[in-house]
């Protein structure tokens, strides 16, 4: 649902200029390989690298409106080993992610070097027991730290209690 006036935007939950926003543009090349090193045992690995192009979000700088907000580069590797038997099959992922390069559209946005707003490291365990009757199963979940803009960390009534960075954690 939309309505133009005033070259506004308005929509159910959001407002914008879109005489002025740009499209977001993602590319992203993947090189993957998968090998079977046994019937029991299959490896996946992955390298990839992303370009985002003027993404959007809402901008405090533009009363809260969609707004392009910056573009980035992002590359990293991921890595899969699948098991399996008669009665049983088990899984190992892992995936990092680094940020190579990043261009701040909107002054509100600070600079960052690292990766930010998404865990860098990722991780996942797990199995199933499965002879017939009953069975059981498993996972378990790592999710790395997840690091924080400086402008994330703005001085206001919300942001002042919020921490530099949301440390790493794990489920099982």
Known sequence: FWWSADDKFFGYSLASNIRQLQPEEVTTYELASEWRAAREVLLRLSAFHTEAENQIAYSVANFNLSTNIYSLTTAGLEAELLLGGKEWSAFANYSHAKRLDETIIDPTVSESDDLTWAPGNVANVGGIF?????????????HGTVKRRDSDLAVDAFNSYRPREVGSWFTV
């Open 130 to 142: 499965d002879p017939g009757r009953w069975s059981v199963a498993g996972t378990i979940h790592y």
